[in-house]
């Protein structure tokens, strides 16, 4: 374009005035479409732009609601996460607080357990209980033992039958004699054990312990039968007739 002025001024200044101004109103009119032409690419231009903008804003506002909906589920996952991050610890807490007291508990029983050495010391003093019933029973069986002898030895010292004439009115009055019934037996005294009463006998002549019977209301013994028992004494059924056992 300068050098297309360049040549037309060139050429003016060798031609008269009236070539002049119609040579300068065509350049003007040819600036003016030059201008115009510009002007109209620049629109076109700015057009284009605009276009691209609405397309960039379009695009941005897409991007922006995608956003705004990645943002809302976000949000969404957020307190559905708060929410079960409070279940657990509500939960923690409660398994938490159950091993608690489930160790409170195997605290308390290991508390009230008894120890190794109160095992040892409990099963101490129940083997000096049995060996001290042991001797009392020795003692008792003794003692029966000594008194049965006495009241055999004393039946067996008894002064012996004098025979003395009556006459017949005075013989007549007389009752018989029941004679009274020796046991073939032993008894060496009364026991009690859970609450009830037995009879502990054995034979007459030298015996051994596991010769000794225990005896209870009903049962027999060489066809002597246990009635009842009484504080000091017991009483036999022996057939149709009953004797009676002191016991001393």
Same mark, same amino acid.
């Given at each position: 374009?300068?050098?297309? &002025?360049?040549? &037309?001024? =060139?050429?003016?200044?060798?031609?008269?005035?009236?070539?002049?101004?119609?040579? &300068?109103?065509w350049l003007f009119i040819a600036?003016?479409?030059?201008?115009?032409?510009?002007?109209?690419?620049?629109?076109?231009?700015?057009? $284009?732009? /605009?276009?691209?903008? $609405?397309?960039?804003?379009? =695009?941005?506002k897409e991007q922006i609601n995608? /956003?705004?909906?990645?943002?809302?589920?976000?949000?969404?996952?957020?307190?559905?996460?708060?929410?079960?991050?409070?279940?657990?610890?509500?939960?923690?807490?409660?398994?938490?607080?159950?091993?608690?007291?489930?160790?409170?508990?195997?605290?308390?029983?290991?508390?009230?357990?008894?120890?190794?050495?109160?095992l040892s010391t409990l099963q101490?003093?129940?083997?000096?209980?049995?060996?001290?019933?042991?001797?009392?029973?020795?003692?008792?069986?003794?003692? $029966?033992?000594?008194? *049965?002898?006495?009241?055999? =030895?004393?039946?067996?010292?008894?002064?012996?039958?004098?025979?003395?004439?009556?006459?017949?009115?005075?013989?007549?009055?007389?009752?018989?004699?029941?004679?009274?019934?020796?046991?073939?037996?032993?008894?060496?005294? *009364?026991?009690?054990?859970? %609450?009830?009463?037995?009879?502990?006998?054995?034979?007459?002549?030298?015996?051994?312990?596991?010769?000794?019977?225990?005896?209870?209301? %009903?049962?027999?013994?060489?066809?002597?039968?246990?009635?009842?028992?009484?504080? =000091?004494?017991?009483?036999?059924?022996? %057939?149709?007739?009953?004797?009676?056992?002191?016991?001393?």
């Amino acid at each position: 374009m300068k050098d297309i &002025l360049n040549k &037309l001024c =060139n050429f003016l200044d060798s031609k008269p005035f009236i070539y002049t101004s119609i040579a &300068l109103l065509w350049l003007f009119i040819a600036y003016q479409t030059y201008s115009r032409d510009n002007l109209s690419d620049q629109i076109k231009v700015q057009q $284009n732009q /605009l276009t691209e903008l $609405n397309e960039r804003i379009s =695009n941005d506002k897409e991007q922006i609601n995608v /956003l705004v909906r990645d943002g809302q589920s976000t949000y969404k996952t957020v307190k559905e996460m708060e929410k079960t991050v409070v279940s657990l610890s509500r939960r923690t807490d409660e398994v938490q607080q159950y091993q608690l007291d489930q160790a409170l508990n195997q605290k308390r029983e290991d508390d009230n357990r008894p120890s190794f050495e109160d095992l040892s010391t409990l099963q101490n003093q129940m083997s000096t209980l049995q060996f001290q019933l042991k001797d009392l029973n020795q003692r008792v069986y003794e003692l $029966n033992k000594t008194n *049965i002898t006495a009241a055999i =030895n004393k039946q067996h010292q008894t002064s012996p039958l004098s025979i003395t004439v009556d006459s017949p009115a005075i013989a007549q009055q007389k009752k018989p004699v029941v004679k009274t019934l020796v046991p073939p037996f032993s008894v060496l005294g *009364i026991e009690s054990r859970g %609450g009830e009463l037995f009879v502990s006998v054995a034979p007459s002549k030298s015996y051994s312990l596991n010769q000794i019977k225990l005896l209870r209301t %009903g049962d027999s013994y060489r066809s002597w039968q246990l009635k009842s028992i009484r504080t =000091n004494a017991v009483v036999f059924n022996v %057939g149709t007739r009953q004797q009676v056992i002191t016991i001393r």
